[in-house]
């Protein structure tokens, strides 16, 4: 069984910073490309970045280009999301999520991924 588990949300100014983590239970994380996505209230879960499974590869959503970065630490079985120059509408429960197919360049489509974390709620005050 995987799980995964995010930590790091809270409540910034806009401008501020926040560093999320997901940590991943089992000896396949290696294996995993692993994404962040987000939902706002009212609205879809959406795709943020990803990074494949030898971190060679990422991919971001055009709204946080330049803004956030994803990286992962294979020895802490732990994926990272360092979001920098927070605006308002980047207020949403972020999601860590697993990909089990092995692809050079991650993917951006929730369905595609396998295994969730329960969120982390970022509030962005403006």
């Known amino acids: 069984q995987v799980q995964l588990v995010e930590s790091g949300g809270g409540l910034v100014q806009a401008g501020g910073s926040l560093r999320l983590s997901c940590a991943v239970s089992?000896?396949?994380?290696?294996?995993?490309?692993m994404g962040w996505f987000r939902q706002a209230p009212g609205k879809e879960r959406e795709f943020v970045a990803a990074i494949n499974w030898r971190a060679s590869s990422t991919r971001y959503a055009d709204s946080v280009k330049g803004r956030f970065t994803i990286s992962r630490d294979k020895a802490k079985n732990t994926v990272y999301l360092q979001m920098n120059s927070l605006k308002a509408e980047d207020t949403a429960v972020y999601y860590c999520a697993a990909d089990r197919e092995v692809y050079y360049d991650p993917r951006g489509s929730a369905y595609e991924y396998d295994y969730w974390g329960q969120g982390t709620q970022v509030t962005v005050s403006s």
């Open positions: 089992g000896r396949a994380f290696s294996r995993y490309a």
